[in-house]
């Protein structure tokens, strides 16, 4: 059965600093990975998706990697603005489409 | 092209009633998925459907709880008397079917079930 961590929990970091959010999964037998955003009281944003066979994908400021022998991804997001703070989630698609999430990451950027 | 559109935003119900959310998918996507959030928990899966078919149904409690998604119309997810452990988040994820690795889901906003 898949499991899903994130670590840490929570996170807070002066304005301009690199922010770096880890995800560790079980099985590494996935065909992709999601990282997503979530705002309070609001739906998940999908931020990117990497592929079991791609190493990382990167969209402007943010940078994902995925090592499927090591079960991790980790998202890189370049130098952090107060309106990246928000819980970022990242989740493994197995077969027959079904996503298992990780708890997240709640990330507060100080202006 | 709107995204995918779920209603209620936020539903009230009293223990014992009946709560229904909709959810409609993103144009040209076939494959929906309905996920609970319960409080300070994560998202977990419920069901996945296709049109007129339930694919697995491995997340959702066998009683009280059903999903349909019709030829026509939105998918809907249904649960039958109530009570104040299903107070939950209930996303809905769209997506096509784009092989086994490109296929991305997108989220609706949620619906925010209150049970009182």
């Known amino acids: 059965k898949q499991e899903v961590t994130q670590i840490p929990a929570a996170l807070s970091v002066p304005e301009g600093e690199n922010l770096v959010l880890n995800c560790s999964f079980t099985?590494?037998?996935?065909?992709?990975l999601q990282w997503f955003r979530q705002d309070p009281g609001k739906g998940l944003t999908s931020l990117l998706l990497?592929?079991?066979?791609?190493r990382e994908q990167t969209s402007g400021r943010l940078n994902a990697s995925l090592d499927k022998s090591s079960g991790r991804s980790t998202l890189y997001i370049a130098a952090s603005q107060p309106g990246d703070s928000a819980t970022y989630l990242c989740?493994?698609?197995?077969?027959?489409?079904?996503?298992?999430f990780g708890g997240g990451t709640r990330v507060l950027v100080k202006p | 092209n709107a995204g995918v559109m779920q209603n209620p935003r936020h539903l009230v119900r009293r223990r014992g009633q009946e709560a229904r959310l909709r959810c409609s998918p993103m144009?040209?996507?076939?494959?929906v998925y309905w996920y609970r959030q319960l409080p300070e928990e994560g998202l977990k899966f419920m069901v996945y459907?296709?049109?007129?078919?339930?694919?697995?149904e491995s997340g959702m409690p066998k009683e009280r709880f059903s999903a349909e998604f019709p030829k026509e119309g939105p998918s809907i997810l249904r649960i039958q008397q109530v009570v104040r452990g299903d107070s939950a988040a209930y996303f809905c994820?769209?997506?096509?079917?784009?092989?086994?690795?490109?296929?991305?889901?997108?989220f609706g906003q949620g619906t925010r079930l209150t049970v009182v």
């Open positions: 989740a493994g698609k197995a077969a027959g489409n079904k996503l298992t």
């Open positions: 099985d590494s037998a996935i065909y992709n």
């Open positions: 144009k040209g996507h076939s494959h």
């Open positions: 994820a769209s997506s096509t079917w784009g092989g086994e690795e490109r296929t991305e889901a997108f």
């Open positions: 990497i592929q079991s066979s791609q």
């Open positions: 459907l296709q049109k007129e078919n339930i694919i697995d």
